[in-house]
């Protein structure tokens, strides 16, 4: 059914300005309470399960919690489901919240791959996102997971900021490539409505790079990175050889998951496959553990044709895309015989290449890939 686990935590210091994550300042106690809350809830999803081969404390921001508590987390899904011994554990961590004292008591918990989010190096841009750490903090948090002992690190980088020009994103990716991590994920700042940024940078704001620039950002990004060793495995994500994110791959790949939290989502391999996801408000979540009765929210079995469009547009994110013959093994039929008309129609039109049996994006599918997965719809 899953063999990974995803945590939600959903609390943050205080809420960047282009945010659209399920997180809030915590309330008194509700962030001591808050593990409590996840076992109970692992304990009430599941009965038999096997051990978990990843674990992700995404957010929000997980690191607002104390190494005792992922200690005890820890414990609580070993003796549940066990967890394998070779199993990747991440923490997502915002560089204003740790110091070498923390993340070193993070890793003697268990946590070996540290996601920091730094987002950008210049000051006055952090300050432009309503981030709540400076550019050294971000730097001192890498030079203190590395000195503590992580050899897994990621860092996330946005770009297409207000005002910002090719040559400032260059400056960016040059300081990345500088500290060395082993994966970093790269972002295009999009702003979302209801978000403060939405009332200050409403659409067609000439403050925010168009879409050419946009797209010789990504360009640059995929020049530089790969230039300097990192495989761009994923759309968004480079990696050297051997780091690519194991979690995050699995999803792409369509591995089970359980999320454990609020507003965490859930993806079951019963059937051609069922999601679910939590309630996005702690009361709700807590009314529902008490309760003993936990509802799934916008809960979806899919059906064979959910399925295979799924596959379609999650594998395409990879840089192995579509097989045809796994296609065919994983659905009984061909792909030819599903989507040969489309595939057709997007390799003509530069957006996929066919190199034998396998389906690609081109760089230019991967600038204009929510047109290419809309066609699989
Ligand atoms: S730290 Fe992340 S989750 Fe928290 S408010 Fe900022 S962007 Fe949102």
């Not at 399960?49 to 200690?71: D, E, N």
């Not at 069922?274 to 003993?292: A, H, I, M, T, W």
């Amino acid at each position: 059914m899953f063999n990974r686990l995803y945590i939600h935590v959903p609390f943050c210091v205080q809420k960047c300005l282009y945010c659209v994550f399920i997180s809030n300042t915590p309330q008194k106690n509700e962030l001591l309470d808050y593990p409590v809350l996840l076992i109970r809830e692992l304990q009430l999803r599941t009965s038999a399960a096997s051990p978990v081969a990843s674990i992700y404390f995404g957010g929000g921001t997980p690191s607002l919690l104390q190494p005792p508590q992922i200690t005890r987390l820890l414990e609580g899904i070993t003796d549940h489901t066990g967890i394998q011994a070779d199993a990747e554990i991440t923490l997502e961590v915002n560089p204003g919240t740790v110091d070498g004292i923390s993340l070193k008591q993070f890793r003697n918990a268990g946590i070996n791959r540290i996601s920091l989010g730094i987002q950008s190096f210049d000051d006055c841009f952090l300050k432009v996102l309503g981030r709540i750490h400076s550019g050294y903090q971000s730097r001192q948090a890498f030079k203190n997971a590395r000195e503590v002992g992580f050899n897994n690190i990621s860092i996330d980088l946005i770009h297409s900021l207000p005002g910002q020009s090719l040559e400032q994103w260059r400056t960016e990716l040059l300081h990345a490539i500088e500290l060395d991590p082993e994966h970093i994920s790269i972002y295009g700042l999009t702003v979302e409505e209801g978000t403060p940024f939405a009332r200050i940078y409403p659409a067609g704001s000439h403050e925010l790079p168009d879409e050419d620039l946009s797209a010789d950002m990504f360009e640059l990004a995929d020049d530089l990175l790969t230039g300097s060793g990192f495989e761009h495995y994923e759309i968004a994500n480079y990696a050297r050889p051997g780091y690519r994110s194991q979690h995050n791959s699995s999803y792409w790949m369509r591995d089970g998951y359980l999320g454990l939290g609020v507003a965490a989502h859930t993806f079951l391999r019963d059937g051609y496959g069922v999601r679910f996801s939590n309630p996005d408000n702690l009361k709700e979540y807590r009314q529902g553990l008490d309760s003993g009765k936990l509802v799934r929210i916008d809960e979806h079995q899919l059906t064979l044709n959910n399925a295979m469009s799924e596959y379609m547009f999650l594998r395409l994110r990879l840089s192995e895309g579509v097989g045809t013959q796994a296609f065919e093994y994983e659905f009984g039929r061909s792909l030819e015989s599903v989507y040969g008309s489309t595939t057709t129609d997007l390799v003509r039109l530069g957006l996929l290449i066919q190199n034998g049996s396998q389906l690609t994006l081109t760089r230019r599918g991967m600038l204009l890939s929510n047109q290419v997965f809309s066609r699989f719809l």
